[in-house]
């Protein structure tokens, strides 16, 4: 069963006019978040985006903006173990 975050509140936002068709987002995602219809990408999934930002980072036009980390599972545990807000407590996006 394909795992789903929490509805709507996933940060992804795609440049429809910036995107050229490439397919890198595609390749790198874990997810299959996004797809390719008619040479752009589009957003199939959202709610299974997990904020990793492997997307973003693969653009080569920079049409994919996702504030990383803000929803990742790691601080959503972090959270749970410690009672408090949710946070990798990592300070940099690369350790995620
Ligand atoms: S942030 Fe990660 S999970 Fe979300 S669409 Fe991009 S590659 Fe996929
Ligand atoms: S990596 Fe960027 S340019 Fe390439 S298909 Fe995805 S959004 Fe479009």
Not at 30 to 38: A, C, F, L, Q
Not at 59 to 70: G, M
Request: aromatic letters at 4%; charged letters at 20%.
């Amino acid at each position: 069963m394909k795992h789903k975050y929490l509805k709507n509140v996933q940060t992804l936002r795609l440049s429809h006019d910036k995107c050229i068709g490439c397919g890198k987002c595609t390749e790198v995602c874990p997810h299959n978040v996004i797809g390719i219809e008619n040479s752009k990408a589009v957003i199939t999934d959202k709610n299974s985006c997990m904020e990793c930002g492997a997307c973003a980072k693969n653009c080569p036009v920079s049409a994919i903006k996702v504030d990383a980390n803000v929803g990742c599972a790691a601080a959503i545990i972090f959270g749970w173990l410690t009672g408090k807000e949710p946070s990798c407590d990592c300070g940099s996006a690369e350790c995620c």
